[in-house]
């Protein structure tokens, strides 16, 4: 109970932060609705399921880039700014710290989808209640394990202005790894590229497979050994003023 009322506090924290970060909300939809616009010619001769899917990794850059930006990234910013190691002497609980900002950018991240698909679904004249549900219910067990799965950063020492040049390159480079096809024998591995992760979750979703669920929890649970590993061994010294 004394996690939960740390854990409740730290979200007023996180909540009373990203409204103070409105922008960050518009930002993450520029380039999925860019892309929308750009594609809408080719795409809108598909069925309504041909262009849902189709959207998939737009859908997969708002979960990834939330989870980089706002989870994993905001926490290296809330800890030089000196927050996180004054909340965690006052609280004594790193944790309390991390989930209270992951359930603040689950809400945040499952608004924005809701807001992207609805358009979509808006600009192709199309509607699916069957499958905004089943786009959000995606949303929601996906982030989680994304947020975690970056967590391997607070391993490494990176200064605070290297960061964004570190974001652009995983967004990019793993939407870029995305599109690659790769060998039947490298499924798993291909697997551990968030965005095909969640590409991968929504077919099992549409068409379960077995073997394919057992290798989604496979990388589910690398993604949550990473994320636990990361977190627990994060170093509340500010490293990024460091010379």
């Given amino acids: 109970m004394d996690f939960l009322r740390k854990t409740r506090s730290f979200i007023r924290f996180y909540f009373d932060l990203s409204l103070d970060n409105k922008f960050t909300f518009v930002f993450t939809l520029l380039f999925p609705i860019a892309y929308l616009l750009i594609t809408y010619s080719r795409v809108k001769s598909m069925n309504s399921n041909q262009q849902m899917i189709n959207l998939i990794g737009m859908i997969a850059y708002i979960i990834v880039d939330t989870a980089l930006n706002c989870v994993t990234l905001r926490i290296f910013a809330t800890r030089d700014s000196g927050y996180i190691k ?56 996906t982030f ?84 636990f590993v990361g977190y627990q061994f994060f170093d509340l010294q500010n490293r990024g003023r460091k010379n």
């Fill in 86 to 141: 004054a909340y965690y002497f006052a609280s004594g609980s790193k944790w309390a710290i991390y989930w209270a900002n992951l359930i603040v950018q689950l809400l945040t991240v499952v608004l924005e989808n809701l807001f992207f698909i609805i358009f979509s679904m808006i600009l192709y004249g199309i509607f699916s209640i069957k499958l905004l549900i089943l786009l959000v219910v995606l949303t929601i067990i």
């Fill in 144 to 227: 989680p394990f994304v947020s975690l799965g970056f967590n391997f950063i607070f391993l490494l020492p990176f200064r605070e202005s290297s960061l964004s040049i570190l974001s652009t390159t995983l967004l990019l480079g793993f939407l870029l790894i995305f599109t690659t096809t790769f060998p039947n024998n490298l499924n798993l591995l291909a697997l551990l590229n968030p965005y095909t992760l969640i590409g991968a979750l929504l077919k099992d979703m549409l068409a379960p497979s077995m073997v394919l669920t057992i290798n989604i929890i496979l990388v589910i649970l690398i993604y949550s050994f990473i994320g």
